[in-house]
């Protein structure tokens, strides 16, 4: 590589083990969070881990999710950005930069999302020195909107909310037309995004097991992972716990309101960040064990519980939780969250896990970026009091159901599968045999493996820029 006036950031292995870091830039790094938020050393507090490279995650209550089964959620709140998606943005743009696929000097990025990505492409892209356009539909929270301006990225909105993918791809057709020098990252097929959850998120949670088990909490091996899938980046996480515990279930989830996999369904709906009306390319569909799908009304009143003082009162006066578990839900969870966790709860319920089957699944946000939605929502039904909100736990979290689930077949796993076709091959200039190549576990591997070459790359870059 002969740029030596490229930003890097760290390798994969840096972001799972921050301990890794050369010290002197993971002391900056740590002060740069709250000082200088803005500063490119924050590149290095991309992980799950906090400055004693301890895991951020919290074992939720059984008093709120109603089952025996412990479920452990990751929270993201502490990234750069406050959500995990900034790893993927990261991850996406080093291998691109790495490559020699994009030059500061002459490109402008294009970052077409539903949300965090977005957010994150934003704060990665202008750190790292790039002019960077954001897509980003008309019907998504105000907030998301604040935070790419701040961040310095320009911004297109398009029409609809967070299902209207296939709009953000005809933008993106248009800017590629418009100039040589646009460059799409596009989170759904681009593999950074699947190696991020791989091999970080993956290999975090890997971890996690052994330090559940040091608590009581489990055998030492994860039952089950959940994750709503929007650029399907998340969920890839199982195809690492799935190498380690052959048994381990994967779990994707879905809005209702737009059953893509379910039922080859479609519609709009609110929970952001999740349920794109399409079956995403680095999404390995045959290593899934079941599609589960979720309210988007019932997401959004589970955030108001969980954020609400009515809520928290509820919670500590009606049901005993803890205050201090109490307080922290109320500043890991965005909507995504509360899906995440319904499903992890339907789960439990359709699998009969029980104390020793640890489930672990994702806050990819916080309550943040999500104000003006539960300002609507107060709008729409009223204002929580206490007894609304107990009525919420019950009839919410303790009163999930094992319907609205389909699971992964042989049957099951080909259709998804196959309806990549439509969005791929017939809109997106894929080939069949690409396609085709998807069926095998080692076109998978082959992606993971790449691994290893991007952080030897980084670490060469890193080398060069200091002579």
Known sequence: ?????????????????????????????????????????????????????????????????????????????????????????????????????????????????????????????????????????????????????????????????ESNVKEIYDKCHELRRSSPNIRILNQFEVWGNYRFHYYVTGNTIVELADELKKRGIGNGRIAAFCSAMGSAGTIAAGDRLKQVWQDHKIVGLEPIQCPTLFNNGYGAHDIQGIGDKHVTWIHNVKNMDAIMCLDDVECKKGLQLLTEEAGLNALTRRFGVGSEDACMMSQIFGISGVCNVLGAIKTAKFYGLGKNDPIVTICTDSLDRYHSVMEQMTEQYGKMDEAEAATRVVSIFHGQKTDWISEGTRDARERWHNLKYYTWVEQQGKTVEELNAQRTAEYWIEKQRHIAKDDKMILEARKNSRE
């Open 1 to 161: 590589m002969q740029n030596k006036n490229l930003v890097l950031g760290p390798t994969f292995e840096e972001m799972l083990n921050p301990s890794k870091i050369e010290p002197d830039i993971r002391k900056r790094a740590l002060k740069a969070l709250t000082e200088d938020p803005l500063d490119p050393i924050n590149l290095f507090n991309i992980t799950w881990k906090n400055a004693e490279n301890q895991i951020n995650y919290q074992v939720l209550p059984k008093e709120l999710t109603g089952v025996e089964a412990p479920i452990v959620v990751l929270y993201a709140k502490d990234f750069p950005t406050g959500s995990h998606k900034v790893g993927a943005a990261y991850s996406v743009l080093v291998d691109l930069e790495l490559l020699g696929e994009v030059d500061p000097a002459r490109h402008t990025l294009v970052w077409p999302s539903t949300g965090n990505y977005g957010i994150g492409g934003a704060w990665v892209g202008c750190r790292m020195k790039f002019d960077s356009i954001v897509i980003l539909p008309l019907g998504m929270s105000a907030e998301r909107f604040e935070k790419i301006k701040c961040y310095g990225a320009r911004l297109i909105q398009t029409p609809g909310c």
